[in-house]
C-alpha cells in the first residue's frame, strides 16, 4: 500500500504562484505514474496533470496548460504542481494520485493523498 501526503495549499493572490508537493511513503517505487486532481465545493473532482514513472511524459487540462507545471523527484518520492498565474476559479481542494496507469481519468489511479486546500482570492 501507498500513502500519499500533500503539501504546500494556502492563500494566495490572483496573479500569484504556489507550489505544491506530494510525498509518496510505503511501498512506493518509481514505475508509478502520478497525477494531480482538484475538486471545488460543490463540483466533481477534475483531471488537472499528470506524469509518467520516469517523467519523460506530461499531460495538463486545457485549463491550466502553461500556467501550471508538473514534476518528479523519484529518489525523493515526491511530486510537485508548480502553479503561476492563479486565478480565481483555480480554488480547491488539490490531490495527488498515483497508479501503474497514465492518464486523465481518475479511475486509472490506486492511491490518494487527503488534498491540500488551494484558495485564490481575486
Known amino acids: 500500500q501507498v500513502q500519499l501526503v500533500e503539501s504546500g495549499g494556502g492563500l494566495v493572490q490572483a496573479g500569484g504562484s504556489l507550489r505544491l508537493s506530494c510525498v509518496a511513503s510505503?511501498?512506493?517505487?518509481?514505475?508509478?505514474?502520478m497525477a494531480w486532481f482538484r475538486q471545488a465545493p460543490g463540483k466533481e473532482r477534475e483531471f488537472v496533470a499528470a506524469i509518467n514513472r520516469n517523467g519523460g511524459s506530461t499531460y495538463y487540462a486545457d485549463s491550466v496548460k502553461g500556467r501550471f507545471t508538473i514534476s518528479r523527484d523519484n529518489v525523493e518520492n515526491t511530486m510537485y504542481l508548480q502553479m503561476n498565474s492563479l486565478k480565481s476559479e483555480d480554488t480547491a481542494v488539490y490531490y495527488c494520485?498515483?497508479?501503474?496507469?497514465?492518464?486523465?481519468?481518475?479511475?486509472?489511479?490506486?492511491?490518494w493523498g487527503q488534498g491540500t486546500q488551494v484558495t485564490v482570492s481575486s
Open positions: 510505503g511501498r512506493t517505487r518509481s514505475s508509478y505514474a
Open positions: 494520485a498515483v497508479g501503474l496507469h497514465y492518464g486523465a481519468t481518475p479511475g486509472l489511479y490506486d492511491y
